[in-house]
């Protein structure tokens, strides 16, 4: 597993010749994706916390310093919200165009129109059922008229549950929350007809839940169209903009997160992913992972004023 701050101080003082690519790949960048529960924010989505959740204003602070340079390096949320809610999101952070609902919605800012563009990706579906695909019948109905949402809850009773509030209004996945094995999930999930996976999205901390009590942490889930992926987002959000991989860092604190790996030049773990018992292992195994010193948005922080000072 390597350390961000480690293997930036050895490629800045020359003493790791492993590190020694990491400032060029920094310069490089253009575009970072960023997930944003657990990674920009904090407990209850707050932006003004450290990694710690007291209060503070540096993941604040790095975003102003980061737009300050918005021609050098374009932010992109990639998380699990909804439309509505990055809309939001953006408009207070300063940011334009995001992937949303795990990699299932690409959405783009025409400021010369002050209109946003849509995209629905459903890999794993074959045409005809996409073109079922309507602004009265989205992904998502598609999916809550399946009939998944049943055999969830009935052969996970207690163990899973919608993660309200963020669970309202989506357009193409269902947000969850719960203890529960996604290979078991999807196996029974293949009973249905049209193509559906439950794929995890990190450890949570809800202040409110009917969970059964565990001392497992609860973790959320995304219920998704097949295939949908962060990381096949970012293929296609990359092909739109004209740029590659090398050109593109990807900062989360879930497996969903560390998965997009291969699609970018360098996936970065904030530190409180480590809370995850099966992500050491996945790092250690992902060669171009590194994990912050720094949790949550002091670790974002970390990551995005390295970028911006090897750009100077």
């Not at 459903?122 to 949402?149: C, F, H, Y």
């Not at 309202?168 to 094995?181: E, S, W």
């Not at 002091?298 to 750009?311: H, Y």
Request: net charge negative; proline share 4%.
């Amino acid at each position: 597993m390597k350390c961000f701050e480690t293997e930036l101080k050895g490629a800045i003082t020359g003493s790791s010749a492993d590190s020694s690519e990491l400032l060029d790949m920094l310069r490089n960048v253009k575009v970072l994706y960023t997930d944003i529960d657990g990674t920009v924010l904090g407990k209850r989505g707050c932006l003004l916390v450290d990694g710690n959740n007291k209060p503070s204003i540096n993941t604040a602070t790095a975003i102003v310093e980061a737009n300050l340079r918005a021609s050098e390096l374009s932010i992109v949320p990639c998380t699990g919200r909804s439309v509505t809610q990055l809309i939001e999101i953006s408009r207070l952070f300063g940011w334009n165009d995001f992937i949303g609902e795990a990699g299932a919605v690409r959405s783009y800012w025409h400021a010369d129109q002050g209109t946003r563009e849509n995209a629905y990706d459903t890999p794993g579906w074959d045409v005809a059922t996409r073109k079922l695909i309507a602004n009265d019948n989205t992904p998502l109905d598609m999916i809550n008229t399946s009939g998944a949402m049943d055999i969830l809850f009935d052969a996970f009773p207690g163990q899973i549950e919608f993660h309200w509030p963020w669970n309202v209004n989506r357009q193409a996945t269902n947000v969850l929350r719960g203890r529960v094995c996604p290979s078991e999930a999807n196996a029974l999930l293949t009973d249905i007809s049209l193509p559906i996976t439950l794929i995890e999205n990190g450890v949570i901390a809800p202040s409110a839940h009917s969970l059964i009590d565990s001392d497992e942490p609860i973790r959320a889930y995304h219920l998704t169209p097949t295939g949908v992926t962060k990381g096949h987002a970012i293929r296609a959000d990359l092909a739109r903009r004209g740029i590659t991989k090398k050109q593109a860092i990807m900062i989360g604190d879930g497996m969903a997160d560390l998965e997009c790996g291969p699609e970018v030049a360098a996936i970065v773990m904030v530190q409180n992913a480590l809370r995850s018992p099966t992500m050491e292992a996945s790092l250690t195994a992902t060669p171009n992972a590194y994990v912050t010193r720094g949790a949550q948005g002091d670790g974002w922080a970390e990551l995005t004023r390295a970028i911006l000072a090897a750009k100077q």
